[in-house]
């Protein structure tokens, strides 16, 4: 949270307010041979000013203290919610082991929750992800609640793939997993050169009826993820989901807009802490 507190010296203002004006008093006092009534119409247009200052100091001060308890309570309700929707993710995954950390590089717990959901209630046979993490271990925990299905995960890095497939092995779900070191390569796409992971190696045999994206990184190329869709969509099965992170980022709504468009399918916005997109058939 921003803190827009700036420190105010109100007891200055409040000094200056009786200080001035007493010397302002004495100086036209003893100093000019102005009459009475100019005097008490100076020194009352100088206590006006006065009042008039202090008045609007204290309501920036009011103003401030006000931003900073609306941002607090903002911080700890956005707080909550990721707490809230965390436990709810231990809870519908009962997993064995703790779960890694969420946020910064990886996803959220909300969208985590909205991905868990979508698998269990969707039942994908297969899912395809762009860039690994804690996202593969929810889904491969999903899977194995549904007992069957695989996740296909794509990653650039083999140091974090290979992160990644050891606590997949530590929490027992290798079975419902493939993590693909696929380095990112420049690739065609009707005309235009763009660069995704190297996916030519990898055998996707059955349709794709999930697929989220959290990758390549954004400093790949701009529009980095927006490749995904069409050098996919020969795969996908007719009642495909599509789960986009990062959707309050401007290149990820282009890139939500651009699939939409290109699939004819409404790419709904979901309110997360890091915004994402739902693209769903109908
Ligand atoms: C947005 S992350 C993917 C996060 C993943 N879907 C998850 O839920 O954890 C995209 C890529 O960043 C890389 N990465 C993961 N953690 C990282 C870290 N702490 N620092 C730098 N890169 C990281 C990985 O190669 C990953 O494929």
């Known amino acids: 949270m921003k803190n827009t507190y700036k420190k105010g010296n109100p007891t200055l203002i409040f000094t200056l307010a009786f200080i001035v004006p007493f010397v302002a008093l004495v100086v036209i006092y003893f100093f000019t041979n102005r009459r009475p009534v100019e005097l008490s119409t100076a ?18 001060i009011i ?16 707080e909550y919610h990721q707490l809230e929707t965390l436990v709810s993710l231990y809870t519908i995954l009962n997993p064995r082991l703790p779960l890694p950390q969420t946020r910064y590089w990886a996803a959220s ?15 994908p046979r297969c899912v395809v992800e762009a860039g690994s ?17 695989k996740v296909i995960s794509f990653d650039h890095d083999p140091h974090y793939a290979g992160r990644n497939q050891k606590r997949l092995v530590d929490h027992g779900l290798e079975a419902f997993v493939e993590i693909i070191v696929a380095p990112v390569k420049e690739v065609e796409i009707e005309g235009e050169t ?15 009826d999930l697929l ?21 969509k020969k795969h996908f099965s007719e009642d495909i989901t599509i789960l986009l992170d990062d959707g309050d980022r401007v290149e ?31």
């Open 43 to 60: 020194l009352m247009v100088v206590v006006l000013l006065m009042a008039i200052a202090i008045f609007w100091r204290n309501e920036k």
């Open 194 to 208: 763009w660069k995704w992971y190297d996916h030519t190696k990898i055998n996707i045999n059955q349709p794709i």
């Open 252 to 282: 990820e709504t282009t890139t939500a807009e651009m699939w939409a468009n290109e699939l004819n399918m409404k790419a709904e916005h979901v309110a997360t802490e890091k915004g994402a997109y739902i693209l769903e058939i109908g």
């Open 133 to 149: 993490g804690i996202s593969t271990l929810v889904t491969a925990y999903c899977l194995q609640k549904l007992g069957r299905g």
């Open 63 to 78: 103003d401030r203290h006000r931003d900073i308890h609306e941002g607090g309570v903002k911080l700890v309700e956005h």
């Open 212 to 232: 989220f994206v959290d990758g390549p990184p954004r400093r790949t190329q701009k529009l980095a993820r927006y490749p995904a869709v069409p050098l996919l």
């Open 109 to 123: 717990p909300d969208v985590l929750e909205k991905l868990a959901t979508l698998v269990l209630t969707k039942k």
